[in-house]
């Protein structure tokens, strides 16, 4: 069973970055869509950040330009760079997998029914 754990969260002041790393205890090829999502208080789970099976990336317009997702397959470790850190950027970032087979990074962002997710890493942002 494909288990995620998350790490990186803290508390920054806005402007600052934070870098989120994902481990998988299974294999993720290129089949796989990994994603970040966020979930604020009172405030729906939202995709931020998501990499297809062509290894193309997707990221939410609320941080465009500002985050940068990546993956590193030798280590089965899916990372979030999170730079210009905002107050509004404060969440519960949770890492989340599936094998799909073929997937475009933009499905990979929007889709919500995940098999996989960890247990969440919480970032703050104060102002």
């Known amino acids: 069973v494909q288990q995620l754990v998350e790490s990186g969260g803290g508390s920054v002041q806005a402007g600052g970055s934070l870098r989120l790393s994902c481990a998988a205890s299974?294999?993720?090829?290129?089949?796989?869509?990994m994603a970040w999502f966020r979930q604020a208080p009172g405030k729906e789970r939202e995709g931020v950040a998501a990499?297809?099976?062509?290894?193309?990336?997707s990221v939410a317009d609320s941080v465009k330009g500002r985050f940068t997702i990546s993956k590193d397959t030798a280590k089965n470790t899916l990372y979030l760079q999170m730079d210009s850190l905002e107050p509004d950027d404060s969440a519960m970032y949770y890492c989340?997998?599936?094998?799909?087979?073929?997937?475009?990074?933009?499905?990979?962002?929007?889709?919500?029914?995940?098999?996989?997710w960890g247990q969440g890493t919480q970032v703050t942002v104060s102002s």
């Open positions: 990499i297809g099976s062509d290894g193309s990336s």
């Open positions: 989340a997998a599936d094998r799909f087979g073929w997937a475009t990074s933009q499905h990979c962002l929007t889709y919500k029914g995940y098999d996989y």
């Open positions: 299974e294999f993720t090829d290129h089949l796989w869509c």
